[in-house]
């Protein structure tokens, strides 16, 4: 293709972004990363630095970057890509939004978090105002923004942004819809957090049955969801409701991962742990005996 058209053209460039995407997908992010600078710098040469596929390329090359650990310089082609954006594209442009959540994200994964408040508040502000506020992106903003309150320690600002987030999804997607589950988990968890038992446990619990009802017994989620609940039971001392939640998610890690996948050794060192809170301690320690002896690497 570069042999007949030239690396610069767009068929050439095209391919290319096709190429670093799989090249990123599958893990070789060194060969990704050459691709991806190579698709900017022809972007670049032929589009020009304000042209929205030169835009997309930083963007990708960037992504690159950061899961390649090389933080500085993700972080400058974001600042860059935003900044580029802001000025064509303007404040409100979804590309303009995607720029701003980008650069919050590696800012947070750089422990600058009041930078990062400050760009997830804006790409909040604008998709409320462009899109309206249960827009999916505009959910995904809130999303982002309670994540980010999470972990810097403001918990009831996180609780506020997911129960918005909640009735967002709830009223576009469905109260069982697969991304409203997600936020009820992430609801309850911070619920937890602030000492609000009763109505995390009553979360956990809807999470629990939708996941079965609509995912099936054996789905990944179910099994997050089931685990979830034992241990929120078992921390609470209802150890007799908790015991067969932890027993089913056992069972299920065991069948669906099996035996030495890491999620089943944690569903069996919980579940050894409760039946010595409820005074089982042999039958605990049996258990993992048996665990280790039939998976030897394990131990």
Avoid at 5 to 29: E, F, M, N
Avoid at 120 to 126: A, K, T
Avoid at 168 to 180: M, Q, Y
Wanted: with cysteine.
């Amino acid at each position: 293709m570069r042999a007949t058209v030239g690396p610069a053209h767009q068929v050439t460039l095209r391919t290319c972004l096709s190429l670093g995407l799989i090249l990123k997908q599958v893990g070789k992010l060194e060969e990704a990363e050459d691709v991806h600078r190579m698709v900017m710098q022809g972007s670049q040469e032929t589009l020009g630095p304000n042209h929205p596929d030169t835009l997309v390329s930083m963007n990708n090359l960037a992504e690159v970057l950061k899961d390649m650990g090389k933080y500085d310089e993700a972080e400058d082609l974001c600042r860059r890509n935003l900044e580029t954006s802001r000025r064509s594209l303007g404040p409100y442009h979804i590309d303009t939004l995607i720029a701003f959540n980008n650069l919050a994200a590696l800012l947070k994964i750089g422990g600058k978090h009041e930078e990062a408040e400050e760009f997830s508040r804006l790409s909040l502000r604008g998709a409320d105002e462009s899109m309206g506020p249960d827009h999916p992106f505009t959910l995904i903003c809130v999303d982002n923004l309670a994540k980010l309150m999470e972990d810097m320690g403001q918990l009831k600002e996180a609780e506020q942004c997911f129960r918005r987030e909640l009735a967002g999804s709830e009223k576009s997607l469905g109260p069982n819809h697969a991304s409203t589950l997600v936020v009820i988990a992430s609801l309850a968890g911070t619920l937890w957090a602030l000492e609000k038992e009763d109505e995390a446990e009553q979360l956990y619990r809807r999470a629990a049955k939708a996941c079965e009802e609509t995912l099936g017994p054996t789905h990944l989620d179910t099994l997050v969801s089931l685990s979830n609940l034992a241990e929120v039971l078992r921390a609470r001392g209802r150890y007799n409701d908790a015991e067969p939640l932890s027993l089913r998610n056992l069972q299920i890690a065991r069948d669906l991962l099996g035996p030495s996948h890491p999620d089943t050794r944690t569903a069996l060192q919980n579940h050894a742990a409760l039946l010595t809170d409820m005074g089982k301690t042999e039958e605990g320690s049996q258990l993992l005996d048996r665990f280790l002896v039939d998976n030897p690497a394990s131990s």
